[in-house]
């Protein structure tokens, strides 16, 4: 069975400032997909970035990187620059390796400061 | 592309009652899902389906069923709801593929059984 933990349930950062999210996983696939989604206050689920799980590099979308530490099993986002706009839950979530299953850890309430 | 459509955006029922939710995607996915996002917490598979008369129960299948009798339509069915399938209901499509391919979301439909 997999697992994706969060152990942030809530955090602030300074508008402009970095941040990062934290998620670990467990999973006994050989291969498997890790992603995150953001949920503003609207309610809608938002991709922000994918890692699969035999990538060399850690992956970057624009202000978003994804820090991929397989001995470890973590897969921590990083925002850069936060914006007042970044404030909302982010889901870090797995996909395993038939892709039919996509389970998601319980999420971090982001908050920024202005 | 209208994308993942889900009806309706809100509704109310009666304890034992039943209903269906329906989503459709125009996007000719082969995957489809259906997600439960309780209060604070991360999103939970329910059912999935890899193709048209394939279906398959994820992690809380009880008191849901399925059917995909084409492509574009995956609808779940409460066939007597009770106070605890409160929730606001996520359906989901992507291609056909293994780990690495993204879930592209409804707007969900926020459910309220008293």
């Not at chain 1, 402009?16 to 992603?35: H, I, N, Q, R, W």
């Not at chain 1, 309610?43 to 799980?53: A, D, K, R, V």
């Amino acid at each position: 069975a997999q697992k994706i933990t969060q152990t942030q349930p809530g955090m602030f950062v300074q508008e402009k400032e970095a941040v990062t999210l934290d998620c670990t996983y467990d999973t006994s696939d050989p291969s498997y997909g890790l992603f995150w989604y953001k949920q503003p206050s609207s309610g809608e689920m938002i991709f922000l970035i994918y890692q699969g799980s035999y990538d060399q590099q850690n992956a970057t979308e624009g202000r978003y990187s994804l820090n991929f530490q397989k001995a470890r099993k973590s897969a921590n986002l990083v925002i850069s620059a936060s914006q007042l706009g970044d404030s909302a839950m982010y889901f870090c979530a797995m996909r395993d390796f038939a892709g039919n299953m996509l389970t998601f850890g319980g999420g971090t309430r982001l908050m920024v400061k202005p | 592309n209208a994308g993942v459509t889900q009806t309706p955006k809100f509704q109310v029922l009666k304890t034992g009652q039943s209903m269906t939710l329906q989503c459709a995607q125009d996007m000719n996915h082969e995957y489809m899902s259906w997600y439960r996002q309780d209060p604070g917490m991360g999103l939970r598979l329910i059912h999935y389906s890899v193709g048209a008369g394939i279906t398959d129960q994820g992690e809380v299948p009880n008191g849901y069923n399925v059917s995909r009798s084409t492509t574009e339509d995956f609808p779940l069915r409460l066939l007597s709801a009770a106070p605890s399938q409160t929730s606001v209901y996520f359906c989901a499509s992507s291609p056909l593929g293994l780990a690495g391919t993204e879930q592209y979301f409804g707007p969900g439909t926020r459910l309220t059984v008293t």
